[in-house]
């Protein structure tokens, strides 16, 4: 089958390189100025690359220049992909989006399901259409979220599940055995795009949803953070505590430095396990970690 594929960061480098491994032919790429490996893959397996931004007709003397794919294969893309780039295959136009869809579109949905305590998440394969994750479903398969794992815990799960389900698709469509269901778009949510700014704790929050928050923003991404005395602080791993405190302390206030830093949220204490700064700070008792710089 010959493919087209749109693909950024290192998701998107494990596909096209299990593509190449297992002898597809790959058309043309499309990535972003960022995912350098993607482009020398290319280069060295001559193969055409459009690179940056295709959007407003940008990659329009690129696609006249290449052939048809019966396969459009995105993964991971960066960018939104508009009908001059659809339209330029045979038979299918598909994404690999990270969730169960329809719930969880838009972007970063696994550190979303984490941080919303979903029990599971999973890989759904859908016609691109104009709209946001919401084509005609091809595949999909669920995937478990244990009360421990990170965002980056469950990015691993994609780094394998993703090559062995774009084989799935592709032998799907050769095989003549597509069957596509159509997304139920009342039961549909969406997910803006996370940026590091967006890690900041509340601790008002119950101390289940902090739990969430640091985890899913956990190393290598880069963590849910808070301020003490003007300092950042940032946190990749909490644990409940069973410390005592009083109902009227204010939430945010450390009540143990002896041993472990614990800290009272609106419903319990939690003990800061692992955390980086940049300067040598001294907790004292009492103080409050402040959510504003």
């Not at 005395?229 to 009083?246: A, R």
């Amino acid at each position: 089958m010959e493919l087209g594929l749109l693909v950024s960061g290192n998701l998107g480098l494990i596909v096209l390189m299990d593509m190449l491994k297992n002898k597809h032919k790959v058309l043309y790429v499309f990535t972003d100025f960022n995912s350098v490996e993607i482009s020398n893959a290319c280069d060295n397996n001559n193969i055409a690359c459009f690179k940056g931004n295709p959007r407003n007709n940008r990659a329009a003397d690129f696609l006249s220049k290449v052939n048809s794919p019966q396969l459009l294969l995105s993964v991971n893309y960066l960018f939104i992909v508009e009908q001059d780039i659809i339209s330029k295959t045979t038979e299918f136009a598909v994404n690999i989006h990270g969730a169960l869809l329809p719930t969880y579109r838009g972007r970063t949905p696994h550190i979303w399901a984490i941080i919303n305590n979903e029990k599971q998440t999973g890989i759904t394969a859908h016609l691109i259409t104009a709209g946001c994750d919401e084509g005609d479903i091809l595949y999909q398969e669920v995937l478990p979220i244990n009360e421990s794992e990170t965002g980056n815990d469950l990015l691993k799960k994609f780094n394998a599940r993703y090559p062995i389900i774009v084989e799935k698709i592709i032998s799907i469509i050769e095989n003549g055995n597509v069957e596509l269901k159509k997304q139920d778009n009342f039961k549909a949510t969406y997910f803006e795009k996370r940026t590091p700014s967006d890690g900041l704790i509340n601790w008002n929050w119950q101390k289940e949803r902090i739990k969430n928050w640091v985890r899913a923003q956990a190393n290598p991404y880069p963590g849910s953070f808070t301020f003490y005395n003007g300092e950042k602080i940032i946190i990749h791993k909490i644990e409940f505590s069973e410390l005592g405190f009083h109902q009227n302390d204010k939430n945010g206030k450390i009540i143990s430095v002896s041993d472990d830093l614990i800290v009272k949220t609106s419903n319990g204490a939690v003990k800061i396990v692992d955390f980086e700064i940049e300067k040598n700070l001294y907790f004292k008792l009492g103080d409050i970690l402040d959510e504003r710089h």
